[in-house]
Nanobody, 119 residues
Framework: QVQLVESGGGLVQAGGSLRLSCAAS????????MGWYRQGPGKQRDLVAV???????NYIDSVKGRFTVSRDNAKNTVSLQMNSLKPEDTAVYYC?????????????WGQGTQVTVSS
């Protein structure tokens, strides 16, 4: 089993910054990818930024140039630095970890942390 603990959400004015962090523990064999998804009110959960085990990041277009995802393999953490925040970034942000073991894929989620950007 894997546990993901998030921190760093909150309320910020438009143009401000926040940093989200996620610490993973448990069976971390075969990690393929870690990253962040978000779910706004009445919307589906969407990918925001993820980073592979080799360190390759992937972002949705709307956050490119504003958000940076990073990973510390030694500490099993993933972070999301969010700059120039916009009201449309308001959502619950979820940490995600994907791993593969014995040919089977596993998908884990954190409890979510609220990010609210006021205009």
């Amino acid at each position: 089993q894997v546990q993901l603990v998030e921190s760093g959400g909150g309320l910020v004015q438009a143009g401000g910054s926040l940093r989200l962090s996620c610490a993973a523990s448990g069976n971390l064999f075969g990690i393929k990818q870690m990253g962040w998804y978000r779910q706004g009110p009445g919307k589906q959960r969407d990918l925001v930024a993820v980073i592979s085990s080799s360190g390759s990041p992937n972002y949705i277009d709307s956050v490119k140039g504003r958000f940076t995802v990073s990973r510390d393999n030694a500490k099993n953490t993933v972070s999301l630095q969010m700059n120039s925040l916009k009201p449309e970034d308001t959502a619950v942000y979820y940490c995600n970890l994907k791993r593969r073991q014995w040919g089977k894929d596993y998908d884990y989620w954190g409890q979510g942390t609220q990010v609210t950007v006021s205009s």
